[in-house]
């Protein structure tokens, strides 16, 4: 029954073109379940193709950039770890013990906890894990380690045959492959010994470039359209490209224009021309502009130049990750996040992309603000940019950046900032969401947090976002991260402000308004509302003001209801690492154990303040600080329950100490 209203409310999200073009992939999918489309390598010369792209565009790594490496032995993802010096089940979910069929891919089921969790797999067959591999044998000339290497290669192929089993299900999946096999074959074809070893010559020539074909097969075969061309879309031109730009296929050259077209037009569908990522998911802007990025580097190698107005976007995008990190360049969380990489470049799958990307920006643009963030050059910008990049780097002076407010107005997005000129650690900095719920009809990754706000003093989060924790299993703990009660928002009737119509589709999209926004040397003021609670009858305006100079934040919710009964809710998430201490019923004292200063908070009279922490009956107080990781913490809640039509008031101060 709940697949086939998933069905229902996911046609209820396409245009009359998507449903046309949904048919097509139907008959597409029958003739591939019965070979009747599936291509042939007779004929191939794949002798050919290796001779003409056993090429590199790399020169030797610099050790200082990849002594990381040495033990590496584990990978390590979403709190679980494989030791790749042993046999890799490519189909077993090591989070539930549960193992997909290696049956027709495009008919398994990944929206239930029947097989265990795609994710988990997808995490591992993206194969991530070969590219700190590959560099390291590179530093070594370890000829076991480059057995090793093939082996792993070999077992993924000979275990997923085209088409075959979960690893063939999702498009973006296939693509990060393509992106970290060009990196691993750039890295190795560097060494011109390898060009005499006859084995890993057979290898490349029987087992990879065979491998590599299927995957740009898929690729351009099966692109994500209409309603599901958000990041998947992306990631499908960006693998295609680089992989065009690698290997000498008879289709390459079609393939790379195609590719090239496809991100040109991408870049300014994603995002806006202020460089904030339309699918409303601030962990996804390092994903997805990684996507954008790496093809222009790839291109640049090889003589390949992106528009200028693409190259503008990636500044802007730059310019909007300055923003959202706060003084410790921890980024402020919203919409969906699951610890997506393109690139691994070390054995910590946590690495700092957010700053890897504002490094990459200086050296593109010779800016010495994104170097400001960036700091210190790496492996990752080692392998986009090679030593005329880190030449670059270096040269580009080192500066202060003291930040101030920001506020993106025609996208809802706005962060309340003051840095201390004398103390450069202290640092007041709030982020405001009246941006809209997502990106396409479906709003795969956004949350319902329509003016949701987060509060970090001195680099220490004390008001948060609480996270995503998972996408398709465990449904009850999926519906409460996403929903409005899990943001720090008015919630009515515990009503989400749109309506959740699968793990990740929303149908009846809520509308913000801007209503207001002022800036002065002393007093900053957002004001914004929503739609989303139109069909309750009742309505939510959000006013912030910042008091710069005396440090106060006033947040004032004017809720409209009309005469029906209705039970207002303002939670106020906390971080697990926020001490509380109580002045008084309504007045309490918030600051985080590991550092920073202290806040008072003070909530409207009218409410009744209650404290949860860790509830599972309802969900309430969890917070996920990454994917498939979740642990208690504290949720203050004001509550008020009203019979008659009225608009109240509620003022909330928070006054950093």
Known sequence: MDSLLWYINRIRTMSLAEIGYRAQQYFQKQKEKKGILNFTHKGRDYDQILVASNKSVFSKIPLDLAQGLTGYCNFEFFGYSVNLNQEIDWHLDISTGKRFPVSFSKDINIRSDKFGNAKVIW???RLQFLLPLAIRYSLTKDKTELQHWMQL???????????KGINWYSNIEVNIRLIVWYFCWQVLWQDEELKKDKEFNVFAKETWLPAIYEHCI??????SKYSSANNHLVAEYSGLFIASCCWKFAEAENWKTYAMQGLEKEIKIQFSPNGINNEQAAEYIQFITDFFLIPYAVGAKIGINFSNEYKQYLYNISVYIINLLDVKKNYRKYGDEDDGKVLVTSSDHHFDNFSS????????????RFKSIGKSFDLKNWLLWGNSGRVKFEKIQDISLNLTSSFYENDGQFFFRKADIVDSEKEIYMHFDAAPLGFLSIAAHGHADALSLNLTVDGYPLIVDIGTYTYHTEKEWRNYFVSTLGHNTICVDKTNQSCQAGPTMWLDHYKTNLLKAEHSKYIELVSASHSGYKKLGCTHKRTIKFNREDD???ITDEVGVNSKQHNILQPWHLHPDVNIEGITSHEFILQ??????????????QLQIDI???????ILGWYSSSFLIKE???????????TSRQMILLNTSIHIL
């Open 612 to 618: 949860a922490t860790g509830q599972t009956d309802p």
């Open 218 to 223: 898929y690729s351009f075969q099966n692109p």
């Open 357 to 368: 990307l504002l490094i990459s920006s200086a050296i593109l643009f010779n800016n010495e």
């Open 123 to 125: 995490e591992i067959n």
């Open 153 to 163: 290669v070999i077992s993924w192929v000979n275990n997923n045959p085209y088409l």
């Open 592 to 605: 985080n154990k590991k550092g920073g200063r202290k806040v008072n908070m003070k909530f409207d009279e």
């Open 552 to 554: 106060i934040f006033t």
């Open 632 to 642: 208690p913490t504290s949720v203050l809640t004001g509550k008020l329950v009203t």
